[in-house]
């Protein structure tokens, strides 16, 4: 079957930084996606790998390896509205995308 | 409208109810996508279409069905609603086929069958 794992809560300090794991095991792979969801609203995107290696985008970094199954999602100077859920999906040998269940990130002051 | 639209916000509907939740997009993407978002799980995929006139079955299906009779809309209609149906629902775009490109997601219908 299909599954995709991720943390379900994790908590970090304003100011500090924070890593999101992200494991998967598809069938076939096109690439991996990473979704912020705030508390009742919908996913926005973040970031999409599909070779190895680290993608930075202002505070937020995506790194994926594909041998491995492995991706994490790097936050930096973290802010209080950084406080969400993180989602990470992959995009199978379908074309579809198969996501995880989410990672609530708190952020405390 | 700017974006993608879902109507309504919320409902609450009795079981045995038809339902058909709505969702326009204005940005001439080709590919829409119907989700259902449930507390611990992982959005998962009821129906999706490529393109205007097709349309193909998600992980989960069953219960559910969608039209694509021109770009901008792509309703998902519950023909006869069950408990097991109360979610939220995500109605989703992208610009290309592929799904390599971001998806756009409307604002969710939140739905309970009692």
């Known amino acids: 079957g299909q599954n995709i794992d991720q943390p379900t809560e994790m908590t970090a300090t304003e100011g500090a930084i924070v890593q999101i794991n992200c494991t998967y095991q598809?069938?076939?792979?096109?690439?991996l996606f990473w979704y912020q969801q705030h508390a009742g609203e919908a996913p926005t995107f973040l970031s999409y790998?599909?070779l190895d290696g680290l993608e930075e985008k202002g505070r937020f970094s995506s790194f994926l390896s594909r041998s491995k199954g492995y991706s994490y999602l790097l936050l930096k100077e973290l802010q209080m509205k950084d406080s969400a859920s993180y989602l990470c999906?992959?995009?199978?040998?379908?074309?579809?995308?198969?996501w995880g269940a989410g990672t609530k990130l708190i952020i405390k002051p | 409208i700017a974006g993608i639209t879902q109507a309504p916000t919320s409902q609450i509907l009795a079981a045995g109810r038809r339902m058909t939740l709505r969702c326009t997009q204005d940005?001439?993407?080709?590919?829409m996508y119907w989700y259902r978002q449930d507390l611990g799980l992982g959005l998962r995929l009821i129906h999706y279409?490529?393109?205007?006139?097709?349309?193909g079955k998600g992980e989960v299906p069953d219960g559910y069905s969608v039209s694509r009779a021109n770009t901008d809309d792509f309703p998902l209609t519950l023909a006869s609603a069950v408990p097991s149906q109360t979610s939220v629902y995500f109605c989703?775009?992208?610009?290309?086929?592929?799904?390599?490109?971001?998806?756009?997601f409307g604002p969710g219908t939140r739905l309970t069958v009692t």
């Open positions: 999906a992959v995009l199978d040998s379908n074309y579809q995308l198969i």
């Open positions: 279409s490529n393109t205007a006139g097709t349309t």
């Open positions: 790998n599909v």
């Open positions: 940005m001439r993407h080709n590919a």
């Open positions: 989703a775009s992208s610009p290309g086929l592929a799904g390599t490109d971001e998806q756009y």
């Open positions: 598809t069938s076939g792979f096109n690439g």
